[in-house]
């Protein structure tokens, strides 16, 4: 049986549009299940999810308060990782038959000495009016961006260097198992001298710790689901589908760092470490996307 490693994007998830302070969509969310279970049919299956508008409610609830330990973003992680993770498991599971299927609570070691462990970009939480964004600004020191609709939230993402529970999810695997992990890029974490754990201040990219994992297991294909059907040459007209391309030619395209930026970038890690294939796309078109008649399947450049 082949393994997929297969991405689904946070805002693929929630939050509610009716209830923006319900940080999960359950109707998205029954969606994905029904995806999970019918990739599960034919597939080792191992699956990570989004965590960015949830870890954003998440710390806009605790007030902006700064300071405390158990109020950190790393914290958030945690606690949105294993809310999302258990909605999903409870709704795969009823779907799935007697497959076992566990969801696992991942720390991901990150480089503080990466550019981007500085400098804050990775949208979190919900979209808000300016005059939200200057109070957020103002009363809690968070850095707002503009985004397509308004503003939002943004956060330093370092990038992952190692997943402390790799081995426990490949035995997993190996042992038939649906395995859901790595949700929100994992709970960023340094290691002392000692091997002891601290978290960091950061959310880390989904999809870069997604591209790791699928490389670390040997995944035979890497699947990333979100709520755009494909790259397209002239964003945001979307008349230009690419269908298929190969790294270099993605790497050369210009791509929002805040959206498709990043899972390009793991479709061109995974590509370009395994000499296999990766596809984007909806997770509506998910069984289309990873036979190739819908998203945009990424390869590897002609020898």
């Not at 693929?12 to 009716?18: E, F, H, I, K, T």
């Not at 009823?94 to 981007?116: A, N």
């Not at 997993?172 to 091997?195: F, N």
């Not at 670390?216 to 269908?243: C, F, G, H, K």
Request: aromatic residues 2%; negative net charge; charged residues 25%.
């Amino acid at each position: 049986m082949s393994r997929l490693v297969v991405a689904l994007g946070g805002n693929a998830l929630g939050p509610d549009p009716q209830d923006p302070t319900n940080p999960v969509d359950l109707g998205r969310l029954t969606r994905a299940a029904e995806v999970v279970a019918e990739l599960a049919k034919d597939h080792g299956l191992v699956v990570t999810h989004g965590n960015g508008p949830q870890v954003g409610l998440l710390a806009a609830r605790s007030g902006g308060r700064r300071g405390s330990r158990v109020e950190g973003l790393d914290v958030f992680g945690a606690e949105s990782q294993g809310m999302i993770g258990y909605l999903l498991e409870r709704e795969v599971r009823s779907r799935i038959g007697e497959r076992p299927l566990v969801t696992l609570l991942t720390q991901v070691v990150v480089d503080l000495d990466d550019s981007s462990a500085a400098r804050p970009t990775k949208p979190i939480g919900t979209i808000v009016e300016r005059r939200d964004a200057e109070r957020c600004e103002r009363e809690f020191g968070w850095t707002m961006a503009p985004v397509d609709g308004g503003w939002r939230r943004v956060v330093p993402s370092p990038r992952p260097v190692e997943i402390l529970e790799l081995e426990a999810v490949d035995l997993l695997v190996a042992a038939g198992h649906v395995v859901i992990c790595g949700g929100g890029g994992g709970i960023p974490v340094i290691v002392g001298e000692r091997g002891e754990l601290t978290g960091v201040e950061a959310v880390v990219d989904k999809d870069l710790t997604t591209a790791l994992l699928a490389t670390r297991i040997e995944a035979d294909m890497l699947l990333l689901l979100t709520n755009a059907d494909a790259i397209y040459s002239d964003w945001p007209q979307r008349s230009e589908r690419v269908q298929r391309i190969a790294v270099s030619e993605l790497r050369a395209m210009t791509l929002s760092e805040g959206s498709m930026g990043p899972k390009a970038e793991a479709a061109a890690a995974f590509v370009e470490a395994t000499g296999k294939e990766a596809a984007i796309g909806s997770l509506d078109d998910a069984s289309a996307v990873l036979e190739g008649s819908m998203g945009t399947r990424v390869v590897p450049d002609p020898h």
